[in-house]
C-alpha cells in the first residue's frame, strides 16, 4: 500500500561524496550543486518501499512547507534502521507516515471497446496507460499540434479536457 510521509534531513553521512549546501546556498526550485541542506523536510507519497542499494523516492508534495509537486530521488541507500534511512550523502528519517488508499474512477464503459480503447492509447503514444471512464487528453503532455491532429483523426474537437472515452465513441461510430 502507498504511504504518505513527511521526511528531514537530520544529518549528513561521515563520507559524503556530495557535500551539503548551507540554508543560504541552497536555492529550491532551481539546480544545486550540493545536497539538501540539513533540516529540509518534505511531504508526499513513496514511490516504494525504501530498500537498500536503491534511491529514495517521493512524489512530493510540499518542501519545508511549501507547495512544490515534484519528484525527490536522494542517492543510493546504504542503510535503513527503523525511521532512519542513510544514503551515500545524507540521513533522513521519516517523521510521520499514513497509509494511502488509492482508488480508480470507473473503468466500465472505456473498457467496453478493447480495440478504440487501444487505438486510442496508440494514437497517444502510451499503449500500456491506464485509463478510466475518468480520463482526459490533459492527462497526457501533449503539444497543441498533436491534439489538432487527433482532432483531425478522431473527427471530434480535441482538447485536453476532452475525454479518452469521448474519443473512444467517435472510433466506435466511425465504425457503424
Known sequence: M??????????????????SATWDEFKP???????????????????????VGQPLMLLRQTRNGVPALGIFTSSVITKIEGNKIWTLNSIYTILEEKPVRFEAAPQEAVNKYPAEKEEVLRLVDQPEAFITDESSFGDFALSDEELCNLSLRLGIEVTHDTLLLDAILALVNQRN
Request: no cysteine; proline share 10%; glycine share 10%.
Open 2 to 19: 502507498a504511504k504518505f510521509v513527511t521526511i528531514q534531513k537530520t544529518g549528513i553521512t561521515d563520507d559524503p561524496l556530495i557535500a
Open 29 to 51: 526550485g532551481e539546480p544545486n550543486t550540493k545536497s539538501l541542506p540539513e533540516g529540509y523536510t518534505m511531504t508526499g507519497i513513496l514511490h516504494n518501499e525504501p530498500q
